[in-house]
């Protein structure tokens, strides 16, 4: 299996070159796929091979074998995001310096794997952070513990709801580092709320974790007029997830007949993304071309993941192809700030990142003057002076709050909470019907959302999630419709209060303002 050398550098954990004792030590962290490590041909320092005795890998806490032992052997486990640290028997000093560390290994289903990289000896202790970590076992009870002494030593306070969790922290590898304990955010819901989407059918009673005073009542009163008049269309109407590197060259021309090529080697291109994952699916690049800069933007699918990592990726693997293959870049940054991640911006909202979901309804007059006391009428004319402001202000969404849904939402079902900035844009749209009736419908053009992986299998956050029957594969736009869903049961909430001018009175019934 090809492995291209910008990949396989990332074997080595930079940074990790140690002087300890009489001898040296690295890190190797496995950031391809779970994989056997069968053996260690030759390592080298500075064109050097050491003795095959002089080296040996500890690969758990308590496994410690020499290379000849492992070369014996028939294999041993090398799993993804597993870390193993190479001792060396060299007496070598400490020293600012970079010195070039070689390494030769052969592994299942990858073959021989070679690759070299640049790194200074540091002294044993100067790397270590303040924080107490355990390399073999950083989420043991009794490293949890030491962390915990440490930070009420720190700050002088004491560790007591911060400390009381029911999650196993051994399942928090590649979710949190240096875990001390969780944050508690209430949860309360709202519903249950009809839905007539293609993946969401039926009644959904919704978990939504808030600090906020009057949130989950004036969702709870959007859901109650929605469910009067049918409840919720809701329709995915595009999927995306990109990384966006940047290329660049001598002159403009070398960046224009590069994008040319990479049209042209689309299929090889795509062919080295997916090899990285099971679920990651290139569709197209976009490009764009300034200065002597050739922006690519990948855009994958990627399953029930919300798919940042799963695309960068794969993304550096398909770059990697890419260096090795075309000649003239004179250099290369794997994100440009293009794909704008953790970042509202214009090319999101017109091109999709994440889920582009739209929900929609129609809503009653009756229903509206008995619910909310308020005419249709008198909500499509603030949308209109409000469409005015939003244009003045330059926001990037013309409702009035739908990121408060989705945050609660988000936090409740362990999304990434950062995402809410792509998630935060949103088109309102309304419309009076000859009966008099109001149309309303919003548009959540990047709304970034996973049902498998990421936060979403721990503890409370899969509860919540498989409490909307959203948790695991083939969920993920049941999930994006009943978001967008509940997006519109908020906005139509607060669209009445607010042209009703009961906005006040709620937040001094319900909120903190009393």
């Given amino acids: 299996m090809f492995v291209p050398s910008i990949l396989l550098k990332q074997l080595y954990t930079r940074g990790s070159l140690t002087k300890a004792g009489n001898g040296l030590t690295f890190t190797l962290k496995n950031r391809l796929k779970d994989a056997t490590i069968n053996e260690v041909k030759w390592i080298s320092l500075d064109g050097e091979k050491i003795p095959e005795d002089k080296i040996s890998l500890q690969l758990t806490s308590d496994t410690r074998v020499s290379v000849a032992e492992l070369n014996k052997s028939e294999g041993k486990p090398f799993g993804l995001r597993q870390s193993i640290t190479v001792h060396l028997d060299i007496n070598e000093a400490p020293c600012p310096e970079k010195r070039k560390l070689g390494i030769c290994?052969?592994?299942?289903?990858?073959?021989?794997?070679?690759?070299?990289?640049?790194?200074?000896?540091?002294?044993?202790?100067?790397?270590?952070?303040?924080?107490?970590?355990?390399?073999?076992?950083?989420?043991?009870?009794?490293?949890?513990?030491?962390?915990?002494?440490?930070?009420?030593?720190?700050?002088?306070?004491?560790?007591?709801?911060v400390g009381k969790y029911s999650i196993d922290p051994t399942e928090l590898q590649g979710n949190i580092e240096h875990f001390i304990g969780v944050a508690q955010v209430p949860i309360g819901i709202a519903g249950p709320l009809k839905i007539n989407g293609e993946h969401a059918k039926g009644e959904f009673v919704v978990p939504l974790a808030t600090t906020e005073g009057t949130l989950v009542a004036s969702y709870n009163r959007g859901m109650k007029l929605l469910n009067m008049s049918?409840?919720?269309?809701?329709?995915?109407?595009?999927?995306?997830?990109?990384?966006?590197?940047?290329?660049?060259?001598?002159?403009?021309?070398?960046?224009?007949?590069?994008?040319?090529?990479?049209?042209?080697?689309?299929?090889?291109?795509?062919?080295?993304?997916?090899?990285?994952?099971?679920?990651?699916?290139?569709?197209?690049?976009?490009?764009?071309?300034?200065n002597k800069f050739a922006f690519l933007r990948f855009n994958y699918k990627t399953g029930d993941a919300a798919g940042q990592n799963m695309v960068g990726r794969a993304t550096f693997a398909a770059c990697g192809w890419i260096l090795d293959h075309y000649e003239g870049i004179e250099n290369f940054y794997l994100e440009s700030n293009f794909a704008t991640d953790k970042?509202?911006?214009q090319i999101n909202i017109m091109r999709t990142r994440g889920k582009r979901v739209t929900a929609e309804a129609t809503i009653k007059r009756e229903h509206l003057l008995e619910v909310m006391r308020v005419?249709?009428?008198?909500?499509?004319?603030?949308?209109?002076?409000?469409?005015?402001?939003?244009?003045?202000s330059g926001v990037n969404n013309t409702g009035l709050h739908s990121p408060n849904g989705i945050t609660a939402m988000f936090i409740a079902t362990g999304q990434d909470v950062a995402n809410v900035s792509e998630s935060s844009a949103g088109m309102m749209?309304?419309?009076?019907?000859?009966?008099?009736?109001?149309?309303?419908?919003?548009t959540i053009p990047s709304l970034i959302v996973a049902t498998y992986g990421g936060g979403t299998g721990i503890g409370t956050q899969r509860e919540c999630l498989e409490l909307l029957d959203c948790y695991g594969r083939d969920r993920v736009y049941k999930f994006a419709e009943i978001v967008a869903s509940v997006v519109l049961a908020g906005e139509i909430s607060l669209a009445s209060a607010i042209s009703s001018s009961d906005w006040v009175s709620s937040h001094e019934q319900y909120g903190r303002n009393r």
């Fill in 429 to 442: 749209y309304s419309e009076l019907t000859e009966e008099g009736d109001l149309y309303v419908s919003i």
């Fill in 230 to 290: 049918g409840g919720v269309t809701a329709t995915v109407v595009d999927d995306a997830m990109q990384r966006a590197p940047v290329f660049i060259f001598e002159n403009a021309r070398g960046a224009r007949d590069f994008v040319k090529w990479v049209k042209e080697n689309f299929d090889k291109i795509k062919e080295e993304a997916e090899a990285t994952s099971s679920v990651a699916q290139l569709t197209y690049i976009d490009h764009f071309l300034s």
């Fill in 375 to 392: 005419d249709p009428k008198q909500i499509d004319y603030h949308g209109r002076v409000a469409g005015v402001g939003s244009f003045l």
């Fill in 343 to 345: 970042k509202a911006s």
């Fill in 105 to 161: 290994f052969s592994a299942s289903p990858f073959g021989k794997l070679k690759f070299e990289v640049d790194d200074n000896i540091t002294a044993e202790g100067q790397r270590s952070a303040s924080i107490p970590r355990d390399d073999m076992d950083d989420y043991g009870e009794s490293i949890i513990k030491t962390r915990q002494e440490y930070f009420e030593s720190a700050t002088g306070k004491k560790v007591n709801h």
